[in-house]
């Protein structure tokens, strides 16, 4: 994709389609620690999530906060990310993963730096279908607004159009390797959303859903069509080999980092302790 006999380098891309959310984090983390070894290049991954999932953040207490009964009523998994931040829903939306050394020549050392560097490849997927999108960076300190819900919040660090919240990443840093992921919403259901956790009494969560309803916007809204999975993939797919100057090779987990999704499924991500723990 560069420009003359330059060409971009190559990453790996993993389309994993739909998979359970324990099987998503634990794969995340399986990339991060096998690029950390030095065995695979930096990797872009799309996934999907069947069933639905709320993930929270690497930190985030869920006593108080979260619905844990509304939400395992309504078919949705819980899961704990690898990257801070507040709880996400994830349904109709694509997912992607970006796993990168922090020494990478592309990678600046500073979290927002980086954040940039790798937002272009979601500005570009955005552009590809007629959106301009641009940056929004945190100025305020995380965790402060006191909600739960991620979206409103800033250490996911989001992008807008028109000034409304179009699309959430996370970042971690473990092993000397970069762990970005994001949400690229099609469409959400606030009143599901908003559902899953516990507010003081009903006119407060109601007050929360109108206000998030007035900032976030998503895909659906703006092109005013049906978008395909596909089409999506495909707009992002070029616009991260545009936006980071690389070419993207097609490569499936092996059995050998299966195995170690598997390992980490269990002691982890399905692990009551490890969810529930904070």
Known sequence: MGGGNNMGETWYF?????QSPAYNMALDETLL????RGLIPPVLRFYGWKPAALTLGHFQKTVGRIDIEATKAKGIEIVRRPTGGLAVLHDNELTYSVIVSEAHEKMPASVIEAYRVLSQGILEGYRNLGIQAELAIPDAPVGRTGTAVCFEEASWYEL????????GSAQNRQKGVILQHGSI??????????????????????????AFA????????ILEREVTMEELKTAFKDGFQKGLDIELAAFEPNEEMLEEVEELMKSKYTNDDYTFQR
Do not use: C
């Open 214 to 221: 007035q900032k976030a916007v998503f895909i659906h809204d």
């Open 14 to 18: 993993i389309d994993s389609g739909l």
């Open 160 to 167: 807008e159009i028109d000034g409304k919240k179009a699309a």
């Open 33 to 36: 620690n096998w690029h950390s």
């Open 185 to 210: 919403p099609i469409e959400m259901n606030t009143e599901t959303l908003y559902d899953l956790f516990i507010f003081a009494n009903e006119k407060v969560k109601e007050r929360a859903r109108e």
